[in-house]
């Protein structure tokens, strides 16, 4: 309970921020009250209901050490936010001087309730995978000082020095007054947990100033209890208390999951009940990251199938908050993490089709909406979606093995990893919305010279091809010598870009090459058009299949020149076996290569950002993402290479692309536009599509169709949602 009663309005730069003060002299602006969270407001303590969004450091082109982030950007997105109807942004570490600036700047001017900050601070997360023992001095002692310089910045007192990947600089503006919360600390690695729970049992125990342990507590539990009471005591310095809570995930939940597969998944509890408030009128409460397809329990667990939607479908996602909720009693909780991706890739599939990655922008805000009303429902204190922008250097684990060099991941978009693609402001590369493909060539037209290139390919049936690139995709426009049927006939595109691959196909027609072919685009009816590798090139079999024995091989698929290709997958589960999990779980995948026809104009109604292609008539328009054609980095024109044995790759430069056209006739399926050529074809003479490499990226954000469906949802949920 709050001490005092007293309130006044806190003045610092013509900017007012209502509060209370304590009888010991601390404001406070908010505090947990029961299972929610309150903000004193209009002279009265009333309930605040969290709709929240995760704001990442980083921008195209770099990484979130390198901090591009400017105040302007910041200025600009705040509004954003708040037109979107959000009234928290969270961020995971220490922003540059400018961001709290903005922040403050932008509070000043705006009318009505100010944009709230919840500031994460970030803990020695490699130091402590990789030692596994949190109680280290050095891991204890780098933490504090996160701790003191993240107290420091957001009042606006400190000044950091320069650090390499760490926020630095002086910090004058004070946000405080604008902070409902902090976030300590990162998700918890449980082999970490459990190492240190059992090296130090006798340290089971935190009686702290201001926070402490229950009698129930843990190794693990007391060292974040002290670091909580850290937080505290620093602030305390500034005459404020906040609420306090710590990181968590489901991983390390206080729940049992039965229906888990995977041990480590379900190894260890970090409690949040095991601590509590010793001193701290602000309050504390529980916060979790909470996806719909992340631990494989969502889809398997049957103590999740008893519950479901208003639409009567068994929802495990729901399920499991009630769970989780029941659990924390009168204490609040928040999901601070939630959302789908708008990728082309999947990593994981989740109940529901709530996969991730795999959706649309409309399917992306559809699905966050209905998370964000979950949460709502089942009595929660709030939600903040993951993420505010798109992050291009993010790394999933079903792509990052081709993704090569590594450290270049910020210089291109891959699509089909889904990390990179959280975002509801999206982050284009530089020919969205300028090429777009819905069949119509006049962008192509009006394009300069040097950022397009005409192929010259003497092939019957097409008239022209011309070839662009960006960070995200290659696109081709082919002009046809007639209208195209996709009930008659069918458009194929071979492409070379490293010596080796398929000479011969049976969609050839007959006709041998003098070089191979790695992938194949096929076009024509709906659910036929697709991207296909050539089996011995394959990386996503050679590793599962050649290299792990997950999925089934042919030794003649993995001979050069096999004239197989293989539709182009992605892994979204692998093979687990005892005693890694509890039973057996076969390997999953997913086919990544499908190519939908739509459009990808953000100004026409019908907008599909996964389409790939369109015709109209004579023209034909497509997108081909850069993995999809064994790019591993176009930014370096490096590609996967047929080298490489066991779970290592190797890549090559190569000197272009060579794209093969051709037409195959439904009615004679053994003869194609290219048997009227001699044979063999030599797809060496054909010119090569070239470009420099680039140190620079070129893109721009828009609004995603997410935006505004998860703007509705947020605008209709009210803290009344608290007293039902």
Excluded: C
């Excluded at 300590?184 to 402490?212: C, I, R």
């Excluded at 050069?560 to 589960?573: E, I, M, R, T």
């Excluded at 034909?620 to 290592?648: A, C, H, N």
Aim: proline share 6%; aromatic share 12%; charged share 25%.
């Amino acid at each position: 309970m709050v001490a005092g009663i007293s309130s006044f309005w806190w003045f610092w730069d013509s900017s007012r921020v209502e509060s209370m003060e304590t009888t010991s002299g601390f404001q406070m602006k908010f505090r947990t009250a029961g299972d929610h969270i309150e903000v004193y407001q209009n002279q009265k303590w009333q309930p605040f209901f969290v709709k929240g969004v995760n704001l990442g450091a980083s921008l195209p082109g770099h990484y979130p050490g390198e901090l591009p982030i400017k105040k302007e950007d910041y200025l600009r997105w705040f509004a954003m936010i708040d037109e979107m109807g959000a009234n928290v942004i969270r961020v995971y570490t220490i922003h540059p001087p400018e961001f709290y600036e903005a922040l403050v700047a932008y509070n000043r001017q705006k009318e009505g309730d100010p944009l709230y900050l919840m500031q994460g601070i970030w803990s020695p997360e490699e130091m402590l995978i990789e030692k596994k023992d949190a109680y280290l001095p050095q891991i204890r002692e780098e933490f504090r000082h996160e701790i003191q310089d993240a107290v420091g910045a957001v009042y606006g007192d400190i000044t950091i020095p320069e650090r390499q990947g760490k926020a630095s600089g002086k910090y004058r503006a004070n946000a405080g007054p604008y902070l409902i919360g902090w976030h300590t600390g990162t998700e918890w690695d449980p082999v970490m947990v459990q190492n240190t729970n059992k090296l130090h049992a006798k340290s089971a125990s935190y009686q702290g100033e201001h926070f402490q342990t229950t009698g129930k507590s843990t190794a693990f539990e007391a060292w974040l209890a002290e670091m909580v009471d850290t937080v505290a005591k620093e602030e305390s310095k500034q005459g404020w208390q906040h609420p306090m809570t710590f990181t968590n995930w489901v991983t390390t939940d206080p729940l049992s999951h039965p229906g888990e597969p995977i041990y480590q998944e379900d190894l260890v509890s970090v409690d949040p009940t095991h601590i509590q408030p010793a001193s701290w009128d602000a309050g504390y409460f529980a916060s979790y990251h909470v996806y719909p397809y992340y631990p494989d329990f969502f889809r398997y667990d049957p103590a999740l199938q008893q519950v479901k939607n208003g639409e009567g479908e068994i929802d495990t996602y729901k399920a499991y908050l009630r769970q989780l909720k029941a659990y924390h009693k009168d204490l609040p909780i928040l999901v601070t993490e939630f959302g789908v991706p708008a990728s082309w890739g999947t990593a994981h599939l989740g109940n529901l089709g709530r996969d991730q990655g795999g959706h649309t922008e409309k399917e992306q805000g559809e699905i966050n909406a209905e998370l964000m009303r979950e949460i709502g429902e089942e009595g929660y204190a709030g939600g903040i979606v993951f993420a505010w922008q798109d992050e291009w250097f993010k790394k999933t684990w079903n792509t990052m093995r081709f993704e090569l060099p590594e450290d270049r991941r910020s210089f291109w978009i891959n699509v089909l990893t889904n990390e990179s693609l959280f975002g509801i402001l999206g982050m284009y590369p530089n020919k969205d919305g300028v090429l777009n493909m819905d069949g119509d060539r006049s962008d192509w037209d009006k394009m300069q010279p040097e950022e397009k290139k005409k192929l010259n390919v003497t092939v019957p049936g097409y008239e022209e091809i011309w070839m662009a690139h960006d960070e995200g995709y290659v696109y081709l426009m082919a002009q046809l010598e007639h209208s195209f049927d996709p009930q008659k006939e069918v458009l194929y595109l071979g492409f070379d870009t490293t010596p080796g691959g398929n000479r011969h196909a049976k969609q050839l027609g007959g006709v041998t090459l003098d070089e191979g072919l790695e992938t194949l685009i096929t076009l024509g009816k709906d659910e036929e058009s697709d991207i296909r590798i050539a089996s011995n090139y394959d990386f996503h079999a050679r590793l599962y299949g050649k290299a792990y024995g997950m999925i089934p091989t042919k030794d003649q698929e993995l001979r050069d020149d096999s004239g197989v290709f293989n539709p182009w997958k992605l892994a979204v589960g692998l093979e687990m076996e005892p005693p890694d999990s509890k039973k057996y779980y076969p390997m999953e995948e997913v086919e990544v290569g499908k190519l939908l026809r739509g459009t990808t104009n953000p100004a026409d109604a019908n907008y599909n950002s996964l389409a790939a292609w369109q015709v109209k008539d004579k023209v034909v328009e497509i997108r081909v993402p850069w993995m999809l054609l064994g790019f591993t980095d176009p930014s370096s024109l490096t590609v996967m290479s047929y080298q490489g044995e066991g779970k290592t790759f190797k890549t090559a430069t190569t000197k272009g692309i060579r794209v093969l056209p051709w037409i195959g006739d439904r009615a004679k399926p053994d003869s194609t536009s290219l048997s009227k050529t001699t044979a063999p074809f030599h797809v060496t003479q054909l010119p090569a599509y070239t470009w420099p490499t680039w140190e620079q990226v070129r893109y721009h954000e828009r609004m995603k169709q997410s935006y505004s469906i998860l703007q509705k949802t947020y605008r209709e949920i009210q803290p009344s949602i608290l007293q039902k």
